[in-house]
């Protein structure tokens, strides 16, 4: 991904934090030149003295599954609100852009066992389902119901060996511009606007 040294996040506790808030995301493997991708959800980790993995599973009926068990290696793309940012908000004649937040994960591949694939299916279940009133557990579920579920699905893991994390919100304008981006965005009265107004802010307040 190209980043410029402006955009560039390096803070790990950050990243780590935006892959889990932004955790569904795009698998991604390329064979003889053409690309495949399949958008799940991801379960992100650390094990073995910090090292990084994620997990995630896919239909077996997924074509994408044969690359999976296959390729060596895979990419995953993050990504969290995002808006159009209007040349007409600065102070000078210039072009428009876009403002955005976007993690690349490049990993190595591994088809998980039946006995992980419900480990993770469970944690994933616990994990979204912790703030609904009535949580559906995997364990009060039928057990039968589980495994012909487990017999359609094929789970993976990504050892993380690269990331790469750029945030481009405004970072290389001037103080006067960049607080009239935010102004513009939250006049906008739009959800995505007010979350990029908002991670501007949060930059701000760090410089």
């Known amino acids: ?10 803070d790990r506790d950050e990243i780590i934090r935006f892959l889990h808030e932004f955790s569904f995301g795009i698998l ?26 994620l997990q995630g599973h896919m239909a ?13 290696e ?29 993690v690349h994960v490049y990993g190595s591949i591994r088809i998980i066992s039946k006995e992980e694939l419900l480990s993770q299916v469970t944690d994933m279940q616990h994990l979204h ?22 017999k359609q699905i094929t789970g ?3 050892e993380v060996n690269d990331v790469q994390a750029k ?12 607080e009239s981006v935010i102004e513009h965005l939250r006049q906008l009265n739009n ?4 979350a990029v107004a908002g991670e501007m802010e949060k930059i701000k307040k760090k410089q």
Do not use: C
């Open 1 to 10: 991904m190209y980043i410029p040294r402006y955009y560039s996040v390096l």
């Open 28 to 53: 991604i493997t390329s064979e003889n030149n053409v690309p495949v991708a399949t958008h799940i959800p991801f379960l992100i980790f650390e094990k073995e003295n910090q090292k990084l993995f």
């Open 60 to 72: 077996s009926a997924n074509p994408h599954v044969d690359q999976l068990k296959r390729l060596p």
């Open 74 to 102: 895979a990419l995953s793309i993050f990504s969290s609100s995002h808006h159009y940012i209007s040349s007409s908000w600065y102070s000078h004649p210039n072009v428009s852009t876009w403002n955005y937040r976007a």
């Open 129 to 150: 389902e912790k703030n609904n009133v009535h949580p559906v557990e995997v364990e009060n579920l039928p057990p039968k119901l589980i495994d012909g579920y487990l």
């Open 156 to 158: 993976f893991e990504i």
């Open 167 to 178: 945030y481009k919100l405004s970072q290389n304008r001037n103080e006067k511009d960049y």
């Open 191 to 194: 959800p995505d606007a007010e």
